[in-house]
């Protein structure tokens, strides 16, 4: 059993930036493909990003250009850097230990973390 844990949530306005970190119970990010996935209010669960073992990165349209997915294989730990946030960003982060990055669905998770709110206000 993996335990995902987020921080680096918060509020802040249209415009401005957050990261969000994912440290896991036990290093699994050299063999499997971490991701994010977020859920606004009265919204399915949607995939953001993923990183694949070998790097390779992959990102949801309405985020590319402005989220960047990267992870330290050394602390174990996954990070998604949130720039020029809009209000639509507003929801829980999850932080997700996936057997393959694509299709970035909730099928593929085998682990998550507990969630972490992001609000943007305008």
């Known amino acids: 059993q993996v335990q995902l844990t987020e921080s680096g949530g918060g509020s802040v306005e249209a415009g401005g930036s957050l990261r969000l970190t994912c440290v896991a119970s036990?290093?699994?990010?050299?063999?499997?493909?971490m991701g994010w996935f977020r859920q606004a209010p009265g919204k399915e669960r949607e995939g953001v990003a993923a990183i694949s073992n070998d790097g390779s990165v992959s990102y949801a349209d309405s985020v590319k250009g402005r989220f960047t997915i990267s992870k330290d294989n050394v602390k174990g730990t996954l990070y998604l850097q949130m720039n020029n946030l809009k209000p639509e960003d507003t929801g829980m982060y999850y932080c997700a230990n996936l057997h393959v990055c694509t299709p970035l669905v909730q099928s593929n998770v085998n682990f998550w973390g507990q969630g972490i709110q992001v609000t943007v206000s305008s």
């Open positions: 036990e290093n699994s990010y050299e063999t499997a493909c």
